[in-house]
């Protein structure tokens, strides 16, 4: 029997989510892949109260060891990490352009393709009675038949409500889906137990990816396309839930980076940034909703002020790099048609 000392619960994180949020899984996966000690909590009616004042009440959420608040954001969350444990399975690569890649394409997960994962969760029947029962399980435990069923039908009538703000209607359904499937052939065509976008080991993109996917998996419609299209990266997406035994080198600066990669950052290019850049237009001239037309047709949504920050943010982000590394990200944006967004 090993006498190591265990972590108590003063030293170890605790981290409140629940299984149906991709940002949920992908801090939590972080936190798996990262050796960060942890209690694994699902936020339901029990202990909602210890939560009501964090704000914004959004998940995950994360109390550090020995404090007694709780924070969110699961990108500032993981950096903050990175700061907290630096060199203990960083998930950021070394190369600091190869970290700006990595950075933008976590943001585009995080901030297109969940657009995807809300859209077939709430667009068809059967995903919305199959998630809207998932969630209110987890959620309410101590509920059972007609209520837990009325909890589900509350759930899922205030999400359905949210699709317009979020951009999920019928008209943008094609611009969506058209991305979703681009993305999931791209992964299909590179991703496996020990292969990832920028080398052998997962960083701040996969995951960001990965959350998405996660839940993704799960629910019926996209669990079936994932199966048909891309039944690597579902596998991928299974080990990467916890991949705390992966170890793995990142790629050399200037080493050439995988097709996949390049091909999603292309993806970025053809479809995040012209909506980042079309969202800030319209904040800017006091609009309520922005518009613009992809390949597949025009899209349209509700203004997002937060969405400007993520696009300062990576302007900001490339502006701070400098010398060869600089040189050589700007090379890569240029090929696949992000520079101009970002560079202004």
Same mark, same amino acid.
């Given at each position: 029997?090993?006498?190591?000392?265990?972590?108590?619960?003063?030293d170890?994180?605790? &981290?409140?989510?629940?299984?149906?949020?991709? *940002?949920?899984?992908?801090?939590?996966?972080?936190?798996?892949?990262?050796?960060?000690?942890?209690?694994?909590?699902?936020?339901?009616a029990?202990?909602?109260a210890?939560? !009501?004042?964090?704000?914004?009440?959004?998940?995950?959420?994360?109390? *550090?060891?020995?404090?007694?608040?709780?924070?969110?954001?699961?990108?500032?969350?993981?950096?903050?990490?990175?700061?907290?444990?630096?060199g203990?399975?960083?998930?950021?690569p070394?190369?600091?352009?190869?970290?700006?890649?990595?950075?933008?394409?976590?943001?585009? #997960?995080?901030?297109?393709?969940?657009?995807?994962?809300?859209?077939?969760?709430?667009?068809?029947?059967?995903? @919305?009675?199959?998630?809207?029962?998932?969630i209110?399980?987890?959620?309410?435990?101590?509920?059972?038949?007609?209520? $837990?069923?009325?909890?589900?039908?509350?759930? #899922?009538e205030?999400? @359905?409500?949210?699709?317009?703000?979020v951009?999920?209607?019928?008209?943008?359904?094609?611009?969506?889906?058209?991305?979703?499937?681009?993305?999931?052939?791209?992964?299909?065509?590179?991703?496996?137990?020990?292969?990832?976008?920028?080398?052998?080991?997962?960083?701040?993109?996969?995951?960001?990816?990965?959350?998405?996917?996660?839940?993704? !998996?799960?629910?019926?419609?996209?669990?079936? @396309?994932? $199966?048909?299209?891309?039944?690597?990266t579902?596998?991928?997406?299974?080990?990467?839930?916890?991949?705390?035994?992966?170890?793995?080198?990142?790629?050399?600066?200037?080493?050439?980076?995988?097709?996949?990669?390049l091909?999603? &950052?292309?993806l970025?290019?053809? *479809?995040?940034?012209?909506?980042?850049?079309?969202?800030?237009?319209?904040?800017?001239?006091?609009?309520?909703t922005l518009?613009?037309?992809?390949?597949?047709?025009?899209?349209?949504?509700?203004t997002? $002020? *937060?969405?400007?920050?993520? &696009?300062?943010?990576?302007?900001?982000?490339?502006?701070?790099?400098?010398?060869?590394?600089?040189a050589?990200?700007?090379? @890569?944006?240029?090929?696949?048609?992000?520079?101009?967004?970002?560079?202004?």
């Amino acid at each position: 029997m090993s006498t190591a000392a265990q972590p108590t619960a003063e030293d170890r994180y605790r &981290l409140l989510g629940t299984l149906g949020s991709p *940002y949920s899984m992908k801090l939590r996966a972080i936190m798996r892949y990262r050796h960060l000690p942890h209690d694994w909590v699902l936020r339901t009616a029990r202990n909602r109260a210890e939560t !009501a004042d964090v704000k914004p009440n959004l998940l995950p959420m994360l109390r *550090y060891p020995g404090e007694s608040r709780y924070r969110v954001d699961s990108t500032p969350l993981a950096y903050d990490l990175e700061a907290r444990h630096p060199g203990q399975r960083s998930i950021i690569p070394e190369d600091p352009g190869l970290a700006f890649l990595c950075h933008l394409l976590e943001d585009m #997960a995080d901030e297109w393709l969940t657009k995807a994962m809300f859209h077939y969760r709430w667009f068809h029947a059967a995903d @919305i009675d199959y998630a809207a029962h998932w969630i209110a399980d987890d959620s309410f435990p101590d509920t059972r038949g007609p209520e $837990r069923d009325a909890m589900a039908k509350q759930f #899922a009538e205030r999400q @359905i409500g949210r699709m317009p703000i979020v951009g999920c209607t019928p008209e943008n359904a094609p611009v969506i889906e058209a991305s979703f499937h681009r993305i999931l052939a791209l992964l299909e065509s590179r991703v496996s137990v020990h292969d990832f976008l920028f080398g052998s080991r997962p960083g701040l993109g996969d995951f960001g990816l990965f959350g998405q996917l996660k839940t993704m !998996a799960t629910d019926p419609t996209p669990m079936a @396309i994932m $199966r048909a299209e891309a039944m690597k990266t579902e596998s991928w997406v299974r080990q990467l839930d916890d991949a705390s035994g992966i170890e793995g080198e990142w790629l050399a600066p200037g080493e050439e980076l995988p097709a996949a990669t390049l091909g999603l &950052l292309a993806l970025t290019g053809d *479809y995040y940034l012209p909506f980042l850049l079309a969202n800030a237009a319209a904040v800017e001239a006091g609009e309520a909703t922005l518009s613009l037309a992809y390949a597949q047709g025009p899209y349209s949504q509700g203004t997002f $002020r *937060y969405q400007v920050k993520c &696009l300062q943010d990576l302007r900001r982000r490339l502006a701070a790099l400098s010398g060869e590394a600089a040189a050589r990200t700007r090379a @890569i944006l240029q090929q696949t048609g992000c520079l101009d967004a970002l560079a202004q």
